[in-house]
């Protein structure tokens, strides 16, 4: 079975902070992992996605994530944080059991930033 | 913008009643798939449909649930005789098979039940 836990429901930091967003998964196959933001009243955007290559992953709007293995995490991170980046993030990994490419999601980590 | 669209964007129906939403996929995806999401928690998958075959449907899709896709472009999900604790988020993603598998996601639909 395939799982993700986000070890914090809710990270408060401060404007120009760095961001550190915690996630462990589970899975019996080479996983793919995402990590999604959802806005306020707006729908899941893919903020990167990792799938074998790099280990380091770059997404959109300075974010970053580094998949390890021997950890088991996939924890996204940002130098500096803008308060435009509170939202609530998903730390996601792709069932790949069932070849249908379903999400499986974590519970989700609500990103505070304080002016 | 040829994103996810999904219709309506809010519902509010009383308990006992039919709903039907629908999804409008991003026109070359063939795959199609609908999650609920409820308050605090992250989306949990509902059903999958490759072209207009649905492939997989989740424990969580009670006989009340039923979903179609027709023509293997838009798709809809019907909700029989509502129940309250049917209130959610109903999202629906699209992604392409032998693409990237990245799924994207439509606005959803915000069911309320009263």
């Known amino acids: 079975a395939q799982s993700v836990t986000q070890l914090d429901s809710h990270v408060s930091v401060s404007e120009g902070t760095p961001v550190l967003l915690r996630c462990n998964y589970s899975s019996s196959y080479s996983p793919s992992l995402f990590w999604y933001v959802q806005h306020p009243n707006k729908g899941l955007q893919l903020l990167l996605k990792y799938t074998s290559a790099a280990t380091l992953v770059k997404g959109i709007n300075g974010f970053e994530a580094e998949f390890k293995k021997s950890e088991t995490s996939f924890h996204l991170t940002k130098p500096s944080a803008h308060m435009s980046d509170a939202a609530e993030y998903f730390c996601?990994?792709?069932?790949?059991?069932?070849?249908?490419?379903?999400?499986?999601f974590g519970q989700g980590t609500t990103l505070q930033v304080k002016p | 913008d040829t994103g996810v669209s999904q219709d309506p964007r809010h519902k509010i129906t009383k308990r006992g009643q039919n709903v039907t939403f629908r999804c409008d996929p991003i026109?070359?995806?063939?795959?199609l798939y609908w999650y609920r999401q409820t308050l605090g928690q992250g989306p949990e998958f509902l059903t999958y449909f490759q072209n207009e075959a649905q492939l997989e449907k989740s424990r969580l899709l009670s006989d009340r649930f039923s979903a179609e896709r027709p023509k293997g472009s838009f798709s809809t999900l019907e909700i029989q005789r509502t129940e309250q604790g049917d209130s959610a988020m109903y999202l629906c993603a699209s992604s392409l098979v032998g693409g990237p598998d990245t799924q994207y996601f439509g606005p959803g639909t915000r069911l309320t039940v009263l």
């Open positions: 026109s070359e995806h063939n795959r």
């Open positions: 996601v990994v792709s069932d790949r059991s069932s070849n249908t490419g379903k999400l499986i």
